[in-house]
């Protein structure tokens, strides 16, 4: 294992930087979240928890053009945009946010090769940084992982004071790392320190939820419109806990065409919206508890069925950012016990 | 500690229940974070006891009303007093069926504000009192003191409208406001002050980050068309593509439909969860309204709607 001073970062970065477009938390645009580095400092480190936009974004993109079409005679000429080639570092990713991370490689490189995705993601490399700071809205820790995970990256740093301790994880990670100079090698006396912290972290994240009641409550109360309206009536049906989940990946398709000139795109979209299910002669999901329960079963339900792993790793941001303070933990643990309900007719 | 206030509330509020004389209660109850509350929407009289009022009670509840039915009782402040009211001139809302039960606001806690003072989340946070005209932030027993005018909300520092006037039951005697509508306006002045170009520039930049979450539509209680302009795909009017410009579009489009309608509550910029700062356009937007019709959003509920009604001596040079 090795170790860096914090004020040593810039130059771990500025090294990386000539091979790799280098993502750091950015607070630059006025919203949190990872951004090119500016190749200045590491100022970062001073305020970073987590950022409001998770790295998802780095990987499935808020829009992205598919392909470009132009009219020519009778018919399109596509234009397939080359591969995407730039390889990226993001640096500083959370635990809960690398995780999320290889949640959503479950559909878009196992279940299917999406090649948009994995362009991105196999010329990617993932520094994780533990957290030492919790939110009061993480829970992380009843989800199989916790602020100190460091099973989805490819190098983990974990903030011993003044230092970082540096750990390899994979290959790429240790390859990366014995051509970077600036590291220099921990001690048992640095690695101990490293044990504490991460325990104290782990420690600070109080927030819980019970995944095996859960597990059992939630297929039961699916047809329980009364507790579905009663849990969602304070929902306002906006996009935010959706499009900021680290997991959720819904996406809409659109063209966009201005004189025989056009291209396809795909951007998020949301289970929150009524219209998201919008089809001519009807809509399933038209009443809001029915899609607040569809957000919450396809994370604890659907998504175990079908990867066998929760689609939520307790980062915590649709609490914190949800303008009306509607706390997916408090549903769950709301779940009513006893025999399923089933559908009134 | 429960407060006298609350207790009021609780009590009125379990008695409008009991009697009848409302099938539903919307009002705050302590949310699952630090300063944070949520809306509190039920038709059970024990939950009552959990309605609070403080500093922190940010959602404007108006947004709530349209679709629970029956008869509601809700708790209200100025600014959402004046949402309601206008709610009530566009028909969306009857007054009969509404109990309005006003809360006098001497401003709400801007917790964004705080953070950037203080250097510090939210959370990390041990404390923060509102006395009289200044905020004290208490962190591991230090304690920190600021104007009020420097944390409060900015729609609250525009706010003339501290004296509730359309209420069922008040709560309390009026409460002191600390307003400083130059501070609220502080980034429409360094706007109004920019060259054009510049002045494109900057919302270029803003509206390069807006997400199309559309939860500024979503939390408006002027938004409550069935069917949004930005959902029309025959034509389309806007593309769905968050580009900056047709998200740039969506909200001057969303901005203009509200024009007469929106209050200024500032909900929509609190909602934002990258930070627009909305309330430079719905503030600015109050004010030409102000200035050309010499009307006021949900100020008086007998008064025609500002789009509804035409006066010949109106403004000619209405387009400019
Ligand atoms: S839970 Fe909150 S963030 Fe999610 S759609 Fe509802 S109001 Fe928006
Ligand atoms: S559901 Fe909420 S806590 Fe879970 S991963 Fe998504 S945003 Fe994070
Ligand atoms: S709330 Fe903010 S990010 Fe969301 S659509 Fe409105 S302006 Fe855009
Ligand atoms: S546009 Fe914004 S400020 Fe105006 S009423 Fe709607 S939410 Fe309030």
Redesign the pocket.
């Known amino acids: 294992m090795k170790k860096i001073k914090k004020q040593d970062i810039a130059k771990l970065l500025s090294q990386w930087q000539k091979d790799f477009t280098v993502f750091v938390p950015s607070k630059e645009s006025g919203t949190a979240e990872m951004a090119v580095w500016d190749g200045k400092d590491a100022g970062f480190l001073d305020w970073y928890r987590n950022t409001v936009v998770p790295p998802k974004a780095n990987f499935l993109q808020n829009m992205e053009k598919l392909f470009g079409f132009r009219k020519e005679g009778g018919s399109f000429k596509l234009e397939t945009p080359p591969p995407e080639t730039r390889k990226q570092l993001i640096f500083g990713i959370r635990p ?1 946010d690398a995780r ?1 991370i290889a949640i959503i490689d479950m559909v878009f490189k196992d279940a299917y090769e999406d090649k948009y995705y994995l362009s991105r993601r196999q010329n990617s490399l993932l520094i994780g940084m533990g957290c030492v700071k919790p939110y009061d809205s993480c ?1 992380c820790t009843s989800l199989g992982l916790g602020p100190a995970e460091a099973a989805d990256v490819d190098i983990m740093l974990t903030d011993t004071g003044d230092e970082y301790l540096i750990e390899e994880i994979t290959a790429k990670g240790k390859e990366l790392l014995a051509k970077t100079s600036g590291a220099e090698t921990a001690s048992q006396t640095d690695e101990n320190k490293a044990v504490a912290v991460k325990q104290a972290a782990y420690n600070k994240v109080t927030r819980k939820i019970d995944t095996k009641q859960i597990k059992q409550r939630l297929p039961d109360a699916f047809e329980n419109k009364e507790f579905w309206e009663g849990v969602s009536a304070k929902c306002v049906s906006c996009g935010i ?1 959706t499009f ?5 990946y819904c996406f809409d398709i659109n063209d966009e065409m201005l004189k025989g000139d056009g291209a396809r795109y795909r951007n998020w979209d949301s289970c929150s919206f009524p219209v998201y299910t919008k089809m001519p002669a009807e809509n399933p999901r038209e009443e809001k508890w029915k899609r607040v329960r569809q957000k919450v079963n396809h ?1 604890y339900d659907f998504y175990p069925r079908l990867f066998n792993v929760i ?9 914190r950012q949800c303008p009306v303070n509607w706390d ?1 933990t408090q549903t769950l643990s709301g779940l009513p016990a006893g025999a399923p309900v089933t559908e009134k007719k | 500690m429960t407060s006298k206030i609350e207790q009021k509330l609780r009590s009125v509020a379990r008695e409008l229940l009991e009697q009848g004389k409302v099938g539903t209660i919307v009002g705050y109850e302590a949310g699952s974070l630090k300063f944070t509350n949520t809306p509190l929407i039920t038709k059970d009289k024990e939950a009552a006891d959990r309605l609070v009022i403080n500093p922190f009670i940010i959602n404007n509840l108006s947004v709530f009303l349209k679709d629970i039915g029956g008869k509601v009782g809700v708790v209200a402040k100025g600014c959402d007093i004046r949402s309601i009211v206008s709610l009530i001139q566009d028909k969306q809302l009857a007054r009969e069926n509404v109990v309005i039960i006003g809360v006098p606001c001497a401003g709400i806690i801007d917790l964004d504000k705080i953070e950037k003072l203080m250097g510090k989340d939210r959370d990390e946070l041990d404390d923060i009192v509102r006395e009289n005209d200044k905020v004290i932030v208490t962190v591991q027993r230090s304690k920190k003191e600021y104007p009020a005018k420097d944390v409060l909300i900015d729609s609250c520092l525009a706010c003339d409208q501290p004296k509730i006037k359309e209420y069922d039951i008040l709560l309390d005697e009026e409460a002191t406001v600390v307003c400083d509508d130059e501070a609220s306006r502080s980034l429409i002045k360094k706007l109004e002050a920019m060259p054009p170009a510049q002045r494109w520039e900057f919302w270029k930049s803003q509206f390069e980050r807006c997400i199309r979450c559309y939860a500024c539509r979503q939390v408006c209680p002027a938004c409550y068309c069935k069917r949004c302009f930005v959902e029309e795909t025959e034509p389309a009017w806007i593309s769905p593509l968050p580009k900056w410009q047709d998200n740039l579009i969506f909200q001057v489009t969303r901005m203009m439909h509200v024009a007469g309608r929106c209050t200024d509550c500032g909900a929509c910029e609190r909602a934002c969860p990258v930070g627009i700062p909305l309330h430079s356009l719905s503030k600015k937007m109050a004010e030409i309204v102000q200035e050309l019709f010499e009307y006021q959003a949900g100020t008086d509920k007998d008064a025609l709607p500002l789009m509804a009604a035409y006066e010949s001596k109106e403004a000619e040079d209405l387009i400019r």
């Open positions: 809960c999320a829970f806990c900021l989940c680290p997991t959720c994370k689609a939520c790793t307790g980062c915590g941001r649709c609490i997916i």
